[in-house]
């Protein structure tokens, strides 16, 4: 009995350890990394509707994954990126860790970027509506990765106003 049980436990542990993330850069082995970065919008009043991207250069091969929340369902879908396309969007992050992080304003509408990184150390960074005083507050380089990203995936602006 006892060792029917511990074969069952070893079996529930290894489909557990074999489930991917959709939403993750894998290595080989199927280990999981996030990337170079991880870019979030969420986009007021639809609050539970997010888009979040995330930047991946796995031995050369480079790739955006784009996923789209909606509730507690979401797609993600992979768009691979020529070198000019990933240098731009390397450089449009490097940028963006130029922004302003001691900006700490805040509204009663609008949206929240974050932005989602491990350098050296941890960073994760948001801001409201970083299209609101963008130059007065600093955030010009977020708002330009931001937008860069969200045309790129070719949402536009025809489902309402991005910032």
Do not use: H
Request: charged residues 20%.
């Amino acid at each position: 009995m006892k060792g029917l049980f511990l074969f069952f436990l070893a079996l529930i542990a290894s489909s557990v350890a074999q489930a991917k993330d959709p939403f993750a850069c894998m290595y080989s082995g199927n280990v999981p990394s996030k990337g170079i970065f991880t870019f979030e919008i969420w986009r007021a009043p639809d609050f539970d509707k997010d888009t979040s991207f995330r930047l991946c250069d796995l031995a050369g091969e480079t790739f955006l994954l784009v996923k789209a929340k909606a509730g507690k369902s979401f797609k993600v879908r992979r768009i691979d990126l020529d070198a000019a396309q990933f240098t731009k969007f390397k450089g449009l992050y490097q940028d963006a860790l130029g922004a302003n992080f001691k900006d700490d304003t805040v509204g009663l509408d609008g949206s929240s970027w974050c932005l989602e990184a491990s350098r050296m150390q941890y960073l994760k960074a948001c801001f409201w509506s970083p299209g609101e005083n963008t130059d007065a507050r600093g955030v010009g380089s977020f708002l330009v990765l931001g937008t860069a990203l969200w045309e790129f995936a070719q949402f536009g602006n025809s489902n309402g106003k991005l910032y």
